[in-house]
């Protein structure tokens, strides 16, 4: 059986149409509930999952996002690829509203980590993450943002901060000063999970705005935002669309086979109700 694709859809993006043999799936994990009910259906022979990250009616908050349920729902039927649509603030004046960025490294400002996470209460685990993102995968998006031509930007770090607020004028240089690219409230821990779950992962940076840090530029407003929200969401389903049938079919890149080193913990040290909680993430280890 081919392994699906995984869509994870953010501010402004509440679906991903063209669908075949459409079907929606409420997961139940040891985590919780998932943001969503899954959105599955065949495109291009492919079978692919949609979820929304914050709720079809945009309910949940950044930091109640259940990334945790939310992956291990998408690895449950079969994700082993995962693209991610996301609004993030531009720091560069290089990177304007409606602009693509793809994101090849993060920097970590958030405050709940102890939940960014699928390992402990047992079993411990250390994966590689000096490259977070899926080199392959990320090479396929900027193959296909470029055919759909949208202004991208291949690689550039993505500070992840807790909001909801958006930030100071002070925290918006202090990111600037250190040379990160763009700013969102969600995608890192998305991207650590995945890692564990040895899903490839690469992420549609859909810039909205210019944070705070520009002068003669309004401060972001929510109604600022959601003026470049429906051509971002537009733009991105163009771009996935178009990837999904570049995607292999073989889940063989080194991301698929993160956790064989990571396991620090002997097998026979599981505890078995770790190990059941964990059964789609350790994979038949």
Known sequence: MIPAIGIIGGSGVSGFDGLENVEQRKVETPFGDPSDVLVGGQYQGRQVWFLS????????????????????ALRSVGVRWVICATAVGSLKEEYSPRSVVLPDQYFDRTSQRA?????????????????PISAGLREILATAGCAEGAEIHDGGTYVCMDGPAFSTKAESRYYRHFGFDIIGMTNLPEVKLAREAEIALATLGMVTDYDCWREGEESVEASSVVEHLAANAEMSARIIKRAIGMIPKEPNWPEHQSLDAAIFTPRGAWPTETEEKLAPILNGR
């Open 115 to 131: 939940s960014h996470t699928f390992f402990g209460e047992g079993i411990v685990a250390h994966v590689g993450f000096a490259e």
């Open 53 to 72: 990250r914050h709720g079809q009616s945009h309910t949940i908050l950044p930091t109640e996002v259940n990334h945790r349920a939310n992956f291990w």
